[in-house]
């Protein structure tokens, strides 16, 4: 079995991303050769062709800390379940999913993408003093 998880770093060590579509990496765990294969997140838009082609490799489970609803629609198919693991280092998360111990989600954590609206508030933020 295939499992993805969203990290923020690229080894089992690493914390479980809060934010699974715009995670730093994203792990692929063999359960059966127990090896790992990490790849850095450069598709950081709503569209998910990352998220996608993992799929298309027959990922069976989601690893996620939070995860908004374009992600969520994109990798919990027929085929494959989303988990929720927070708090927690990718090896532990793994774990606990082999022992059954993470919840399913039948719902994304987020109701709008952590993207939506990113630049316009940080521009308002960073600029909202310059005519004083």
């Not at 991303?17 to 790992?36: A, D, P, W």
């Amino acid at each position: 079995m295939l499992i993805l998880i969203g990290s923020d770093g690229k080894d089992l060590t690493s914390k479980v991303s809060m934010k699974f579509g715009h995670s730093n990496y994203f792990l692929i765990y063999n359960t059966e050769t127990e090896k790992f294969y990490a790849y850095e997140n450069k598709d950081h838009d709503d569209k998910h062709q990352n998220l996608k082609s993992f799929i298309e490799k027959r990922v069976e489970a989601v690893i996620v800390g939070n995860i908004g609803p374009h992600a969520f629609k994109t990798v919990n198919t027929p085929n494959s379940k989303v988990y929720l693991a927070r708090k927690m280092y990718v090896g532990e998360a793994i774990e606990k999913f082999l022992k059954v111990e993470l919840p399913q989600l039948t719902e994304p954590t987020v109701k709008k993408s952590i993207g939506h609206g990113r630049f316009k508030n940080h521009y308002f933020l960073n600029h909202q003093n310059d005519d004083e």
